[in-house]
C-alpha cells in the first residue's frame, strides 16, 4: 500500500490558495521524505470553477493528484456542508495523513 498525504486547499474569496496551502504543501513534502513512494494529494472544494492560476500553483507545488468537488450548495460556507463533502472525499481517497491549516475555515472543519 502506498501512503498518500492528503491537504484541505483553502480556497479565499478572491478566487486565489489561502496563504497556508503553501505552507502545507511544504510540509507535506518533508514528510513525504519519510515514506517511499508516498503520494501527496490536494482536495478543493469549491463553487466555481478552478482558474489558471489555483491549475499552476497546483503544479507548482508538486501535487500528485488533485481532487476537486464543485456545488453551488457551497456558495456560502456552511461548516455543515463542506465537513460533509470533506469527510465523504476524505474517506475515498483513504490518506495516511490529512492536512488542513489553521486558518478560520480550517480549524472550523477540523477543530
Known sequence: MNEKILIYGEITREKVFAHVVKELAFTAQQLSEKFDECEKDILLITTSEINETIYNDIKAMGFDKAFFI?????????????????????????PTIVLIGATTQGRDLAP
Open 70 to 94: 464543485k456545488n453551488k450548495e457551497l456558495e456560502e460556507y456552511s461548516n455543515e456542508y463542506f465537513s460533509n463533502y470533506a469527510i465523504k472525499a476524505i474517506k475515498q481517497i483513504n
